[in-house]
C-alpha cells in the first residue's frame, strides 16, 4: 500500500490566529528596541516614550496569544518556539536597549545588559525543554522555576518614572562609578538581580 505523501511544512499555511498574537508580541518588542535607538540617535524624547509605550502592548500580546491557543485549541510547538523567541525581544532585548538609552552605557553596564539578555535565553530554553516534565495530566505547567521574562516589565515601569522625573542620563540613580577604565552605573544591578532570578532553580512561580 503506497504511504501517504508527507505535506512539506509551510510558514504560512501552518500559522494559527494566536500565531499572529504572539507576532504583534515580537513585533512591538523590536519597534522599541529601534525606538530606543533612535532616541540614543536623536535626543528626540517622544520615540524614547514609544520605545516604553509599545512594550504594554506586548506584555497583552503575550497573554492572549495563550489563551487564544487554548480556546481555539492550536497548541503546537511552532506556537510555543515563536512564543519564547518573541519574547526574548520584547521583555529580555528591549529592556536592556532601554536601559542604554537611558544612560546605561559604560562597559561594566554592558556586561550586566549581556548577563540579562543571557539569562533570558537561558530561561526560556530551559522553559521549553523541561515544559513537558513539569506539565500536569492535561499539559498544564502548574508552576515556572525562575520568574517569567515578562516580569522584566517591572523594570521597563520603573525606568519610566525615572524618565517621567527626568531622572536618566547624567541624572540616574546612584550615579555613575569608574572600575578601572570603564564606566558602571550601580542602578544596571537591577538588571542582573532580574536575570538571576530567572534561571533561579529555588524560585517557583504558580503558572496562571
Not at 489563551?67 to 521583555?91: C, N, P, W
Not at 525606568?159 to 564606566?183: H, N, Q, T, W
Amino acid at each position: 500500500m503506497k504511504k501517504p505523501k508527507k505535506r512539506r511544512f509551510s510558514m504560512i499555511r501552518d500559522f494559527q490566529v494566536a500565531d499572529f498574537l504572539t507576532l504583534g508580541n515580537g513585533f512591538a518588542g523590536m519597534g522599541s528596541v529601534l525606538a530606543s535607538m533612535k532616541y540614543v540617535a536623536t535626543s528626540d524624547v517622544t520615540f524614547l516614550q514609544l520605545a516604553f509605550a509599545l512594550l504594554p502592548i506586548s506584555l497583552v500580546c503575550d497573554f492572549l496569544d495563550g489563551r487564544v491557543a487554548r480556546m481555539r485549541h492550536e497548541v503546537s510547538l511552532l506556537g510555543q518556539e515563536l512564543d519564547s523567541l518573541a519574547d526574548l525581544v520584547a521583555f529580555g532585548v528591549a529592556p536592556a536597549a532601554l536601559a542604554f538609552a537611558l544612560g546605561m552605557r559604560g562597559g561594566v553596564d554592558a556586561i550586566g545588559l549581556v548577563y540579562f539578555v543571557g539569562c533570558g535565553i537561558s530561561r526560556l530554553a530551559r522553559y521549553n525543554a523541561t515544559a513537558a516534565s513539569l506539565s500536569d495530566s492535561s499539559g498544564k505547567v502548574a508552576y515556572f522555576e525562575g520568574t517569567p521574562i515578562p516580569t522584566s516589565l517591572i523594570i521597563v515601569f520603573f525606568y519610566a518614572v525615572l524618565s517621567a522625573m527626568g531622572r536618566i542620563g547624567s541624572a540616574l540613580p546612584g550615579g555613575e562609578v569608574l572600575v578601572g577604565p570603564f564606566v558602571f552605573h550601580p542602578l544596571v544591578l537591577v538588571h542582573v538581580v532580574s536575570g538571576s532570578a530567572m534561571i533561579s532553580k529555588t524560585l517557583r512561580i504558580p503558572k496562571p
